[in-house]
């Protein structure tokens, strides 16, 4: 496995998991975790075994604090900023955004700024009850630079995203379960056990149909109409019926119905 200073990197079984780890500064982005994460999110997207993957914060207080301090003096240069925008920030969040497997953000604690637009760009997310969410960077003048500004608006109503945006608001586990931004509310000491038993029960799917399953949601959302978006869902599912694959899990099914209809 490689040898990562600010995160850990690991794979157990089919299942990837990458672990913020600074929990003394909040998990909080300096520029070293942000060159490592560069590299440990496309290489962990890159392993053939992997089947699905979790990213979480260590500790308890926060899952990402968002950058670190000494990062916002990078912000004062035009050049500097479009790299930590675009070549860090978008790296990373893409890299996430577009694994041909799922990845679920198991949070607890302090889910804010860039930590929140880490999460926002994974397919699902376990969350603490002790956690909040939020992106911050209004009160300092700016805005979610790392996708927060296009993802939030998709993933809640939004109008309430533009309430959090504009004021820097933050709100707890449950809201976020109610507007729908996460997808289980458990507590602090479940929450990576709950992902990981998530990803387990992902990871013993066919992988062809969840790797075909995130292509056709990905690119349904950037359809311009439900007419394309359907044509590309029923030719995806077209290349799966004749997959070698499909028939192993397709085909027990077959016969466990027909059992069951005898018995009937």
């Known amino acids: 496995m490689p040898d990562y200073q600010y995160l850990a990197y690991e794979i157990e079984e089919n299942i990837g ?3 913020l780890n600074r929990p003394e500064k909040r998990n909080a982005l300096n520029a070293e975790l942000i060159a490592e994460l560069k590299e440990a999110v496309p290489r962990m997207n890159a392993e053939p075994e992997v089947r699905c993957a979790v990213i979480t914060g260590a500790g308890n207080k926060a899952f990402c ?8 003096d990078t912000l004062r240069e035009v050049e ?3 790299a930590y925008l675009r ?5 990373i969040t893409r890299a996430l955004e577009t694994a041909e497997f799922p990845w679920i953000a198991a949070v607890k604690g302090a889910c804010v700024a860039g930590g929140l637009e880490l999460a926002l760009s994974c397919d699902m997310i376990v969350a603490g009850e002790n956690s909040v969410f939020g992106v911050l960077e209004i009160n300092i003048g700016l805005l979610p630079g790392w996708g ?6 998709r993933a809640i109503p939004v109008r309430k995203a533009k309430e959090l945006i504009f004021t820097g608001a933050m709100i707890d586990a449950q809201e976020a379960l109610r507007l729908g931004l996460v997808n289980r509310v458990v507590p602090p000491e479940r929450v990576e056990d709950e992902a990981m038993d998530m990803a387990r029960n992902i990871a013993s799917k066919s992988r062809a149909a969840v790797r075909a399953g995130m ?8 359809c311009a109409s439900i007419d394309a978006a359907l ?4 030719g995806t599912i077209m290349t799966l019926v004749e997959a070698e694959e499909t028939r192993r899990y397709l085909e027990p099914a077959i016969r466990m119905m027909q059992e069951a209809e005898k018995k009937s």
């Open 148 to 153: 927060g500004t296009v993802r939030l608006p």
């Open 215 to 222: 292509n056709i949601i990905g690119n349904s959302l950037a």
């Open 65 to 72: 604090a968002g950058a670190d301090l000494p990062i916002f």
């Open 231 to 234: 044509a590309l869902e029923r």
């Open 87 to 91: 070549n860090d920030g978008g790296t």
């Open 17 to 19: 998991k990458i672990t």
């Open 80 to 82: 500097k900023a479009y």
